[in-house]
């Protein structure tokens, strides 16, 4: 069967007559009412060659260090909203003499692509195909259709927040995915996490590629590509329901210099960015990655590693890395509680990350260092990528995973990352993980995915998304006679402050007219519920009392008050 009649919609032809080209796969096509093929933008656009040669390496081969990759496709705009757009993307090897190349249609339209490798059988391919536009519906229901993530440069607050490629406001909520990259885990039970964390509200999972051993065979240069294909299951999953997996391909070690080397991983970062460039993920150049010599590797290859992942990516999208903060033995030699101590200056580093690690006096940490980072210039946005995680139910008390989310978010982040249960080292039935002396809900009895921090960060999501929270900016100094002031206003507008311990503050209202009627609600977080209601006029401070208080309440509990201008 030719190419033309497995995909009518795509008129895949040959310049060179050596060899057929392969079957050209379309992964994310549906069927067009006239009975063709269509794409549609942001999704995996798949071209499959066959080559003439087979190499002794491929992975090592296909991939020169500094060098060129062996194959390559130039995708060119020639109708509708894709008129005038180029992309050269890179193509990968599959195994055998099968390299594929990944695109993701940035804009509907028609698309042309034409192939080029020194290889006759990679060189020449020849197609078109049509982009078909997603529906407002549509991308509602799933947006991930609104393209990869961008730092937000347009609107309230430039730099601060992130955005999906078409300008919608995008925000961070995070789960931490760490060790769910394993062939081991049953696909059903990948699925079970997505659905739950999606109907939660997550928007990211945090996923470790495990370049160090796992992935890429005791020497770093021969990758399981059965285990790869499993997790681009996972991936493309994720993204299906509307989360965006962030991905990190090396976590440091000491010597990571001496057992893998720079060159292996660079050439393994360069092959999961042409692998996984077509999906909705974020790069992350290393995990608890130290800017001294913890690995051996030195500052400068980890901003060089940060140029070579931008020139590798044609879609722009959002580079971060995540460090080791002080007091942990990988960041003794170089501490740093955020990416912004060392690299905020660098032109590659899109957001600052910060892990304050897990103990009571490291959450503490947590609006110091992002108010550290939002006073950087220039504005980039702050995530807390690894806080304290709710390890079994209890410990920590949920109450502080609320307190490092809300305290985060409201002293300027973009956002937040939860980590609890089984799921922050993937720890289920059909491959169990022996976790030393970190806290661990061992038994599968009770289900760890709704425990009480992870329910309570969805509804901090739920509530966030139900109104314009990328307006808000960090105002403290609106509080007063308060010891903790967690305040993000739009003044004389709109103030979201969260009361650490119950009690009374004083808001200040102003520039509102005494006239002004303000709206305020009263949230019980350990209820995720509104707990009481009322109004109070503007142009001035006024005092806001919390429902329950000691001594009538001998426990005390953290509340989060929402003010809103009445005609707003």
């Not at 730099?159 to 769910?180: E, K, Q």
């Not at 974020?282 to 940060?306: A, H, R």
């Not at 922050?424 to 760890?448: C, M, R, Y």
């Not at 004083?506 to 209601?533: C, H, M, N």
Request: net charge positive; glycine share 10%.
């Amino acid at each position: 069967m030719s190419t033309e009649q497995r995909n009518p919609s795509v008129n895949h032809t040959r310049a060179s007559a050596a060899k057929p080209a392969g079957l050209v796969l379309a992964a994310a096509l549906l069927a067009s009412p006239a009975g063709g093929q269509t794409a549609r933008p942001w999704e995996t656009y798949e071209i499959e060659l066959t080559a003439q040669t087979e190499l002794s390496n491929a992975y090592v081969e296909g991939l020169p260090d500094k060098g060129p990759p062996r194959v390559r496709a130039t995708f060119t705009g020639v109708g509708g909203d894709a008129k005038g757009l180029r992309y050269m993307i890179a193509g990968f090897w599959d195994g055998g003499r099968t390299w594929r190349v990944r695109f993701a249609p940035p804009a509907a339209g028609e698309w042309s692509y034409v192939s080029s490798s020194p290889d006759a059988g990679l060189s020449g391919a020849r197609g078109r195909f049509t982009c078909s536009a997603w529906t407002e519906e549509e991308k509602a229901a799933n947006p991930t259709r609104r393209g990869f993530l961008r730092v937000a440069r347009g609107g309230p607050r430039p730099g601060r927040h992130f955005a999906y490629a078409d300008g919608t406001p995008f925000l961070w909520i995070g789960d931490t995915w760490w060790n769910w990259a394993r062939k081991e885990i049953y696909y059903s039970t990948f699925q079970k996490l997505a659905d739950d964390r999606a109907a939660k509200g997550f928007t990211v999972g945090q996923m470790y590629l495990s370049g160090n051993d796992r992935l890429l065979g005791r020497d770093h240069d021969a990758p399981d590509l059965d285990a790869i294909r499993h997790i681009e299951q996972f991936v493309r999953y994720a993204n299906s329901k509307g989360i965006t997996v962030w991905i990190h391909p090396w976590w440091s070690r000491k010597g990571l210099n001496e057992r893998v080397g720079a060159e292996k991983m660079r050439r393994w970062w360069r092959y999961v960015a042409h692998r996984f460039g077509a999906y909705n993920v974020i790069w992350v150049l290393g995990g608890e990655y130290n800017m001294n010599n913890y690995g051996g590797l030195g500052l400068q290859f980890w901003k060089d590693l940060g140029i070579l992942v931008r020139s590798e990516d044609p879609y722009g999208r959002i580079i971060g890395t995540h460090p080791t903060p002080p007091g942990w033995q990988g960041g003794a030699e170089a501490p740093q509680w955020s990416t912004g101590e060392v690299l905020h200056a660098e032109p590659w580093l899109d957001y600052n990350q910060s892990q304050v690690g897990h103990g009571k006096w490291r959450n503490e940490m947590i609006p110091s260092v992002v108010a550290a980072d939002y006073a950087r210039r220039p504005a980039k946005p702050v995530v807390v990528t690894e806080p304290w995680y709710e390890f079994i139910e209890g410990n920590p008390p949920a109450e502080e995973i609320r307190l490092g989310a809300w305290s985060a978010v409201l002293s300027g982040a973009a956002g937040h990352t939860y980590g609890g249960g089984q799921v922050w080292w993937a720890h289920v039935p059909e491959a169990p993980i022996k976790q030393g002396n970190w806290p661990l809900q061992e038994s599968f009895e009770k289900d760890t995915l709704d425990y009480p921090g992870a329910v309570s960060i969805s509804f901090m999501a739920r509530f966030l998304k139900s109104l314009e929270w990328w307006r808000l900016e960090p105002h403290p100094e609106l509080v007063s006679g308060y010891p903790a002031r967690f305040c993000s206003a739009v003044p004389g507008r709109e103030y979201v402050v969260y009361i650490r311990y119950g009690g009374a503050l004083k808001l200040d209202l102003r520039p509102s007219a005494p006239g002004d009627v303000f709206r305020y609600s009263w949230i019980d977080l350990t209820q995720s519920r509104t707990a009481r209601e009322g109004a109070v006029e503007g142009g001035m401070a006024r005092e806001f009392h919390t429902p329950e208080d000691y001594p009538g309440q001998p426990r005390h509990k953290d509340w989060l008050l929402h003010v809103r201008r009445n005609r707003d």
